[in-house]
């Protein structure tokens, strides 16, 4: 599964999505910090959303809300959609369906996050399990994976402004380069280098 990414010159915020080969193999779950209005062009798409699966045929359009869980399950070979992504700021309509995790965790250091958790739910006055299962069922997924998704959204916008992968991967706190890669790729379905370039 391969997607390649071409942004506008006019917006950072809109970009041309290309399925070069098709894939049914799901991108990991994640979110978008923005709110994703996808228009396929050509081909299909499938979303799963909340626990349903969102067909997307060319002609029509899918608004996904920022902060929403969501994959990209399946897709036509050479599908073209259009995605816009819309800031919270721009568009009272579109409006965030979850409280982003660093509201919650203002200062989760990136080396500690389940000692962190662990203050947080006592100061919730839950087990770290029972904040663990109350932030899944509320966020739709656990705490760690809201959190690096939010890393890799935070190195996405890096990456659109050019800042080298490397520097990104140092500045998001993954450990290496590489893992941060392999991370970006299994979310966003390319490498930082070819999003990068796009």
């Known amino acids: 599964m391969s997607w ?12 041309l999505a290309v399925c070069c080969d098709g894939y049914n193999k799901s991108l990991v779950q994640h979110f978008h910090q923005e709110a994703q ?7 299909w798409r499938q ?15 899918c608004i996904i809300p920022a902060g929403v869980p969501h994959q990209g399950i399946n897709c036509a070979p050479d599908t073209v959609s259009l995605n816009l992504y819309v800031h919270s700021d721009h568009s009272i309509a579109l409006m965030s369906m979850t409280r ?7 200062d989760m250091p990136s080396s500690n996050g389940a000692a962190s958790i662990a203050c947080v739910a006592a100061q919730a006055g839950l087990s770290r399990e029972g904040f663990t299962r109350r932030f899944s069922r ?3 997924m656990p705490p760690h994976a809201y959190r690096r998704m939010l890393r890799l959204n935070n190195a996405r916008q890096m990456l659109r402004t050019g800042t080298p992968p490397a520097q990104v991967a140092a500045a998001t706190d993954f450990a290496d380069q590489s893992h941060f890669g ?11 280098s070819r999003y990068q370039l796009a």
């Not at 982003?100 to 203002?106: D, G, I, M, R, T």
């Not at 392999?182 to 930082?192: D, E, I």
């Open 182 to 192: 392999r991370s970006f790729r299994h979310a966003f379905g390319t490498t930082p």
């Open 100 to 106: 982003p995790l660093a509201e919650l965790f203002p």
């Open 4 to 15: 390649r990414y071409v942004r506008s010159s006019i917006s950072q915020d809109i970009e």
């Open 37 to 43: 209005i996808s228009f396929v062009l050509t081909g």
């Open 138 to 140: 509320h966020h739709g």
């Open 47 to 61: 979303f799963l959303v909340g626990g349903r699966y969102i067909d997307v045929p060319a002609g029509s359009s």
